[in-house]
């Protein structure tokens, strides 16, 4: 019996790097785990790995810096597995690493969009979920 039995764990980035490494021990402890990514080959990759392992994984394709993608991709993880326990909000870039002024805004954007805006849109789409489940107060 893992510390994580029974719960639906939505990871955004999970498809490499921390949150791969989150979703396999979330899959060990008995989560089920949803790879929020925009890298499908990589998310299907682990999906696979994790069910070969005994555990259950799901990729969808989710762009955090958009609104609608992330909407779309909790619904979607509600609709298959019927709850939200675990949002692990880890998707992010490095961005481009230049003096100040040679960074150009549009660069600049990228980074904060999926850095900061993707972090915020998951939270706020998955918390009524969360709080549904019991896990986030209301």
Not at 32 to 38: K, P
Not at 46 to 69: F, H, K, P, T
Not at 131 to 136: D, L, N, Q, S, Y
Request: hydrophobic share 45%; glycine share 12%.
């Amino acid at each position: 019996m893992g510390m994580l039995d029974g719960k639906v764990a939505f990871i955004t980035g999970g498809a490499s790097g921390i949150g791969a490494g989150t979703a396999r021990r979330f899959a060990q402890e008995g989560a089920r785990v949803v790879l929020a990514d925009v890298q499908p080959e990589e998310g299907e990759k682990l999906r696979s790995e994790i069910a070969r392992a005994g555990g259950e994984a799901l990729y969808l394709q989710c762009d955090v810096s958009d609104a609608d993608s992330v909407r779309d991709a909790i619904e979607a993880t509600v609709a298959a597995y019927g709850r939200l326990d675990i949002v692990f909000a880890n998707a992010g870039i490095n961005g481009v690493w230049a003096p100040i002024d040679e960074l150009q805004p549009e660069e600049w954007d990228k980074t904060q969009s999926i850095n900061l805006r993707g972090t915020y849109l998951t939270v706020h789409y998955a918390v009524p979920h969360l709080k549904r489940a019991g896990v986030a107060a209301s």
